[in-house]
């Protein structure tokens, strides 16, 4: 079975390491991490636990659970952990906790995708986080919604989640578009998506939209954001969309194929310029248009574009009018069995190109399954690390 889609199935002891409010594009669309690989600063802090077999009227340990995730968010302060215990929750989350600098708050499901979140409310998202300083980790999610898991606020990170079969707009909010993980306080920052697997986003209600709603793998819409060791798999319009006010955003070490339209985009569409956006060491294949482009006259000069692989793009490999570009490799990454699909198994063969072929600049210090990063002379291209041993969830 591909390395992208087993099921870890490790439980952890220990807890893991999480400030505006503005205009946000969540269900209305109205209008640099220094290291991936980080210290838990929550160990000693206050344990809670959530289970379908719980109580909201309990008190939230590890005795008498609580029975939903959007109680935890009412209820807990700065340096929580709140466990969440494999089963099914349905329904619509929101998390208006906030954490601090030094004492995120974490959302984690205990083994890695066994809390399976399904969305039931239509035309909406299915978790919509509104505090600070807040990690949401490994849980699996798929929803009737068009967005699966949208953010609210700074200094969230989404890490190692499981987002898939998100339907989309319907007819009555085909303006509105959608992602599978998105970012979209345009006043908000300093967001991440580290490690995540998101495919086939926003098909489900594709018939009932023109061709030019937008629905993406991965929407980063705010400043200085990090976008590191994810899978993008069919997409029904960009795998990676940096947009709105995203400027100074780390896009590295992603894969992202099969998209309707490019692997990544890279603009600003709020009278900004998407300036000093590094997008490096990752593999866009076999999207139906570019693998990746830039939105002429929304990006600045200093954008970099380096050691990226393209291969098999409908339209060609790139389209950069801001920035330069260099060191790219338009060469078939060779994945074990490319499929197009979740089915696929996208580690790299002993033969690939990308091995050893990335660039330090920007690389995390581990990959999608927390192998160390690098193996041998150089870090490799794309969301895996060849011959790296996976590590132990959680591994941030």
């Not at 399976?116 to 919509?128: A, E, P, Y």
Request: charged share 10%.
């Amino acid at each position: 079975m591909s390395k992208a889609c087993k099921i870890t199935c490790l439980i952890f002891l220990l807890a893991c390491v999480g400030m505006i409010s503005a205009q946000s594009v969540g269900d209305s669309f109205q209008s640099v991490s220094e290291s991936v690989l980080v210290a838990n600063s929550n160990i000693g802090v206050a344990q809670y636990y959530v289970s379908p077999a719980g109580s909201d009227s309990n008190n939230g340990s590890a005795a008498h659970p609580w029975k939903t995730i959007t109680h935890a968010g009412t209820v807990v302060g700065p340096g929580a952990t709140v466990h969440v215990a494999p089963g099914t929750y349905t329904g619509y989350i929101t998390t208006y906790a906030k954490g601090t600098s030094s004492l995120r708050i974490t959302y984690i499901s205990d083994v890695q995708w066994a809390a399976k979140i399904i969305g039931n409310r239509v035309d909406h998202s299915t978790w919509h986080n509104y505090g600070n300083y807040v990690d949401i980790m490994g849980f699996e999610l798929t929803s009737v919604g068009r967005i699966g898991l949208y953010n609210d606020g700074s200094y969230v990170r989404y890490i190692g989640n499981h987002v898939h079969d998100i339907a989309g707009p319907t007819s009555a909010t085909c303006d509105l578009g959608g992602a599978g993980i998105m970012h979209g306080n345009y006043s908000a920052g300093h967001d991440e998506m580290i490690g995540n697997f998101v495919h086939d986003i926003g098909l489900v209600n594709s018939g009932q939209c023109p061709d030019y709603v937008t629905v993406h793998g991965l929407y980063q819409a705010n400043p200085h954001g990090t976008i590191v060791n994810n899978l993008v798999i069919h997409a029904r319009d960009y795998g990676i969309h940096l947009y709105h006010s995203a400027t100074a955003v780390i896009v590295a070490n992603n894969t992202s194929l099969n998209n309707g339209s490019s692997g990544l985009v890279v603009g600003n569409s709020n009278g900004g310029s998407d300036n000093n956006t590094v997008v490096t060491n990752n593999i866009f294949a076999y999207n139906n248009d570019y693998g990746f482009r830039d939105d002429s006259g929304t990006t600045g000069p200093n954008n970099k574009y380096d050691n990226n692989i393209t291969f098999k793009n409908g339209d060609g490999t790139y389209i950069a009018t801001g920035g330069t570009v260099s060191n790219n490799i338009s060469s078939d990454p060779q994945f074990v069995n490319y499929t197009g699909t979740a089915l696929g198994n996208y580690q790299l063969r002993a033969t690939s190109p990308a091995i050893d072929s990335g660039t330090t600049l920007n690389a995390p210090n581990i990959d999608f399954d927390g192998g160390k990063r690098p193996v041998g002379k150089g870090y490799d291209i794309g969301y895996y690390e060849y011959g790296a041993t996976p590590g132990t969830w959680p591994w941030y």
